[in-house]
């Protein structure tokens, strides 16, 4: 059993969005991403499933074309190799839920 916190030793950056690993399972990690307003995921891809909630705040979410408004307590899945960005409009904690073989580097590199 392994536990962690969203909240915990909460760091936010100020020129670019903090990438944190919460917890390793065999079959998955969950990342925790400390937005400010303004900050930008430029867009990217990533090569499995993952799942991304709003814990706190609110981003805009670009994905297939269309920008949805993501807040507090949303949630939205992608599958395999969709292209998508975020940009923060109210400072944000984002858990996002990678696969175990998918790169916590890769996420590091599309922070703008």
Known sequence: MKTASLTDQLVYKSDKPAVTVLLESNHSKEIRIAMRKGHQMKE????????VEIFEGAIDFGVNGQTLQLKKGDLITLDPNVPHDLHCTQDAII???????????????VVA
């Open 95 to 109: 858990r996002l839920s990678l696969s175990k073989n998918d790169s916590v580097e890769r996420v590091n590199n």
């Open 44 to 51: 990217h891809k990533a090569p499995s499933s993952i799942v």
